[in-house]
């Protein structure tokens, strides 16, 4: 898992701060604290020093009890954005902060009474995954922390052994992510000229290219590659320029009253004759191709960490 030195230091600031553990390969913040085993997220979610939907995750036994999100919690503690139960866990999220001491204050605030409330309303500390009250310890599971029993902790362990030979025996279908990247580069040229055409920044449906390129090689391929990755690149390359001269091609039709395919093919020679401003053309393609890369390097990135660590699963000590 790879973070950042200063996001990896704002985590153990965190944990120092409230006495709790920090591991540094997976930049978790975890440990026990008034009788709950707890977590800390978010702190890499902000832009700069402003940290965005910091959230403290707590594993419950529910007893039949359902939390609704506390209006007079949040009136009282002005901090916190909401608190919400999802099946075993309750979650805490606070509002954005601007710096770290402000943080502090307010989980110093905030902390201690939201699980002094849990335990009022009957909660007691459980699993996440089967919610049965047991003794629980938090754990890194395909790339998410997470409380679970030990019980529990075995058969996801059993799971992601499966998961990992399953996907070590899947063979990459070639043909199929091909055409799979080609049905999807098709979805970016239509949206490249239908964002034009309505008047939007069509550099836009960049982003759009990239994503339903890669996804549908992966979809009909199997799984995505570093050769599908190259495969699909290329594809995105090619069809974003079609897409972009395409767009030209219906404007100039438009304006000549001949047909899109007449249009497209004058493209070049309106471009020599200066007719069609080449610093406007060439600018219009950079950018499109600008925002291609915006959306093909997350979601490559993406991909390659989630096969990376779908099968990586421990406990965290």
Avoid at 71 to 89: A, D, S, Y
Avoid at 135 to 160: F, M
Wanted: proline fraction near 1%.
């Amino acid at each position: 898992m790879s973070v950042n030195k200063k996001i990896k230091a704002r985590y153990a600031e965190i944990a120092q701060f409230l006495g709790l553990r920090f591991n540094e390969e997976y930049c978790v913040v975890y440990g026990e604290k008034d009788g709950f085993t707890l977590r800390i997220s978010g702190l890499d979610n902000g832009r700069g020093i402003e940290y965005g939907m910091v959230c403290v995750s707590v594993g419950v036994s529910e007893n039949g009890v359902k939390l609704e999100q506390d209006k007079q919690f949040r009136k009282e503690h002005k901090g916190v954005m909401g608190i919400v139960q999802e099946k075993h866990t309750v979650r805490m999220t606070l509002k954005q902060c601007k710096n770290m001491e402000k943080l502090k204050g307010v989980l110093q605030d905030s902390l201690p009474a939201f699980l002094d409330m849990l335990k009022l309303e009957g909660f007691t500390n459980g699993c996440e995954l089967c919610g049965e009250a047991k003794e629980t310890g938090a754990a890194y599971v395909a790339g998410n922390s997470i409380c679970l029993c030990d019980e529990c902790y075995d058969k996801v362990s059993e799971n992601a052994a499966a998961y990992t030979a399953n996907e070590k025996n899947k063979k990459e279908n070639l043909v199929g992510g091909v055409v799979g990247a080609l049905v999807g580069s098709l979805l970016g040229v239509a949206s490249i000229i239908l964002l034009s055409q309505m008047g939007y920044v069509a550099a836009l449906s960049g982003v759009i290219m990239a994503v339903c390129a890669l996804k549908g090689y992966e979809l009909l391929g199997g799984k995505l590659t570093k050769k599908g990755i190259i495969i699909s690149v290329v594809i995105m390359i090619i069809m974003t320029y079609v897409g972009d001269r395409l767009d030209w091609g219906i404007m100039i039709a438009r304006e000549l009253e001949v047909d899109v395919f007449y249009g497209y093919r004058l493209v070049p020679l309106l471009l020599s004759e200066e007719i069609i401003d080449a610093t406007s053309y060439v600018g219009n393609l950079v950018l499109v191709y600008a925002f291609l890369l915006l959306g093909a390097i997350p979601t490559i990135r993406n991909a390659m960490r989630r096969d990376k660590v779908a099968g990586t699963i421990c406990k965290l000590h």
